[in-house]
């Protein structure tokens, strides 16, 4: 048989016709009554540092071994497999994350050692690395793989190349062991952009069967996870927590979020921050209002604050004033109407 008669063959052995006979596809878990984590897929877990993306991933593991956890619903009557890999944290901190978050949550003295498997591996080179990861998912034959984060099976987050490269070979992964792989990932920087960091986050998005997103309110001290994208059903609903004394996940079932602009911005009264930052004062140096601003009033960096001052200005709530001898800048807030 010749090399091209071979790729015929592999070629009409991947055809799919409307009697072709396949097996239902398989959710793992429900939110808000909407099937989520399907085997054989993959799924993104994205957001910004710090915003609670481990937090997540700690309910979807305990949430494996506790039938319903929030509003996470496990949909098998058996505890599921779990594989965690984690390769951005210490081996404290995972040992700590399973210790002090996923036994509590999951209401265990002990982590089953045939259903629940836990590898650190940061701080070795990515070919290593990514020959680990291959090895632990065909050895483990988890139900849901948690691999934390995905970057780090490549050299340079923008190389496309590596980065096709890993999501086929994880796609292939999931779908030969029949396993829902979740992807850790970050997205970029600015506050605006919500994309996922390089070329691996493209890819990422292009092949997730679902995409996860987290966020922190700061000014609520609560953090939010939405169902941006689903091949499937998009679930309406968000999760909304707060961390308890024990640094536990606890619902905030009736968080009312404030609005966002064009921009992701959270937009806010203008009038009550700006009242806020002058601190009793009717006029204040320019640096002071920011920095008040960015410390109490829930301004979550430099350019959202420029861009409230710039509505404010126009809107006639503050005005900025620049002293001739010193050149220093105040600012003024108005208490009565638009001045013309």
Known sequence: MSQNDEIVKDLFSERITP???????????????VPCFYRGELVADCGKAKSGKTTFLSILMAGAMKEQLLELKRLSDEPLKVLWIDTEQSQQSTQEI????????AEVESLDDTRFYAFNLRGLGYEKRGKMVELAINQVEPDICILDGVKDLMTDINDATQATRIMENLMALAKENCCCIVCVL???????DRNMRGSIGTELTNKAFEVFQCEVIEENETFKVSHTYSRKKKM?????????????????????EKPRDAQGRFTCDLRGMFTKAMEG?????????MAVALKKCGVVDSSTYYAYLQQAEEQGIIRKQVNAETGVTWIELIDNEIPF
């Open 186 to 192: 970050h997205q970029n920087k600015a506050e605006q």
């Open 236 to 256: 309406s609903r968000k999760l909304y927590y707060r961390l308890n004394e024990a640094g536990l996940p606890v619902e905030v079932g009736d968080f009312h």
């Open 281 to 289: 004062k009717t006029v204040r140096k320019f640096g002071e209002v």
């Open 98 to 105: 399973m210790k002090e978050r996923i036994m509590p949550l």
């Open 19 to 33: 009697s072709t006979n396949l097996p239902p596809m398989e959710p793992l878990f429900e939110m808000f009554g």
